[in-house]
């Protein structure tokens, strides 16, 4: 078993599949930008950075994974990802099979963002002993992930789902133990890595 853990945690960073992900999350994040367009054209000035979150959490590991191909890392970046891509996809998935519940049906669209973001999610988990982000990262990290919360739920700049807006409070409610949740997880994260040898691609 640790010897299969072993290559698949060689196979992750194996240049090519990098590449190959590169390319993967940067079309995820130009699409996720472009599905955002119609919120962000509506949306005051002063809140569009904090509008279209699972695209931006996909470009934060993009940058992760260009820097990883061209031996380079960004402890910040790394945690910025890390948190914001299990928040967010997780996040996604629960909201569409709320839907789901709600109304009783998603169509392909929905269950293809169910996929989408529960990848999203997936991957940064795997990547979990690739990380070499510390403490300050991911104190800064939880700044900018709650700072969004309260943007969302008190400046009303969430995602809109029209068929869940009666349950907004409680989504709110959610998502900030969702975000500490995933803050924690990167504290832990940051205490089992932080005397790791820097990563290594093949």
């Given at each position: 078993m640790v010897e299969f853990t072993a290559k698949i945690s060689a196979w992750l960073m194996f240049r090519p599949f990098l590449i190959l992900l590169f390319f993967v999350n940067l079309g995820g994040t130009i699409y996720g930008y472009i599905w955002y367009g119609w919120q962000l054209r509506i949306t005051e000035p002063i809140f569009l950075i904090f509008v279209p979150d699972s695209p931006t959490a996909s470009l934060f590991f993009t940058i992760v994974l260009g820097l990883w191909i061209i031996g380079k890392?960004?402890?910040?970046?790394?945690?910025?990802?890390?948190?914001t891509l299990i928040k967010y996809g997780l996040w996604a998935v629960v909201m569409n099979l709320l839907t789901l519940l709600q109304t009783g049906s998603i169509g392909w669209l929905g269950w293809m963002l169910?996929?989408?973001?529960?990848?999203?999610?997936?991957?940064?988990?795997?990547?979990?002993?690739?990380?070499?982000?510390?403490?300050?990262?991911?104190?800064?990290?939880?700044?900018?992930?709650?700072?969004?919360?309260?943007?969302?739920?008190?400046?009303?700049?969430?995602?809109?789902?029209?068929?869940?807006?009666?349950?907004?409070?409680?989504?709110?409610?959610?998502?900030?133990?969702?975000?500490?949740?995933?803050?924690?997880?990167?504290?832990?994260?940051?205490?089992?890595?932080?005397?790791?040898?820097?990563?290594r691609i093949s």
């Open positions: 890392h960004s402890p910040l970046i790394e945690a910025l990802a890390f948190v169910v996929a989408s973001h529960f990848a999203m999610a997936l991957q940064a988990v795997l990547y979990f002993e690739h990380y070499r982000f510390g403490y300050l990262s991911v104190a800064l990290t939880a700044i900018w992930t709650l700072h969004n919360d309260v943007i969302d739920y008190v400046f009303g700049q969430m995602p809109i789902y029209s068929s869940l807006s009666e349950f907004s409070a409680q989504i709110g409610y959610f998502t900030f133990w969702l975000s500490i949740a995933c803050i924690a997880f990167a504290w832990f994260t940051a205490s089992q890595n932080r005397h790791l040898e820097p990563r």
